[in-house]
């Protein structure tokens, strides 16, 4: 037998036996030997001896450096997953703004086209502005709109039109706080106020609208420009409009800034404004769409059955 790992006898006295016996045995039989026999014992004395430091070190630096490269990949995928929420979150944030405009805006009643405050019963809308700056509001605050709204009749039954009085301000924004719309839709009666409360916008660095009039110089339609901004995880909050970052205002240029904007600009039909006066004092019933009439429609007792 070859001799075994655990065996005393070595490679050349096993040689010799084999030669002794077997003369006539090839010495290019006995080469194959050698390395079957050499390489099982290279094989078993590598698979019972451990790392030495210098291996182990080595080892360990490869690990460190596959674990760092895999963590800064998966910081990297959830900082961004973050900044698409935020962007889809602001995008939500722009269309609800624009809902809230137009369907307030659109069911409104009696409205004029000259400026704030409002005259007796009729509706009045700021004068055409531009708040691309915080210092542009005159102030934290400034009111756009106070009108009366059509809500079409209360339950099923038929009635005459309900009426409720509708206002809308809006808050400048600061270097840490966002400009904010703010829409109080007369639900809840009493004093008219901006409070979160009721219907708001938020995430808006700039707001800007002009106003459309008619023939008879009353309110006919609306031009609607408003810019919202979502940052990214590592980027410091920031809410200055861009005209102030490049003025300089102070809060207005943090280190690591990194954020996007974008511009949600539409236009709103006062299409239930009625447009003049007749000469007797009654009301014209043309409206922006001519004799084209808008209402909130009320199901019938029967549908509800």
Known sequence: MPPSANSGDDYGNWLELLTTHWPGLKSMDIAFVKPRWVSSNMVMELSSRGLTLHEFIISLSISAVGFIVLS????????????????????????????????????????????LPPAGTEGRVRNDFNFS??????????????????????????????????????????????????????????????????????????????????GTGRLSGLRVRAVFRYQRPSSPLMWCPTADRVAGVAGCNPPLLNYQEFTKSFRIVMRNNTQGVAPNGGVIEERPLGLLYFFHMLNPARWNL
């Open 72 to 115: 800064s990949l998966a910081m990297l995928g959830f900082n961004e997953f973050i900044f698409i929420k935020a962007k889809l979150e602001t995008q939500g944030e722009a269309y609800r703004f624009q809902y809230l405009m137009t369907s307030l805006f659109t069911q409104g009643v009696n409205v004029g086209g000259g400026n």
């Open 133 to 214: 700056t915080m210092g542009s509001v005159g102030g934290n605050w400034a009111l756009i709109a106070v009108f009366n709204r059509e809500v079409g009749g209360l339950g099923n039954v038929p009635s005459p039109p309900q009426y409720r009085r509708t206002a809308v301000w809006y808050r400048a924004p600061s270097p840490l706080t966002s400009g904010v719309v703010f829409f109080d839709t007369g639900g809840g009666g009493g004093a008219m106020t901006a409070t979160y409360d009721d219907a708001y916008s938020s995430r808006i660095t700039e707001f800007e609208m002009a106003k459309e009039l008619g």
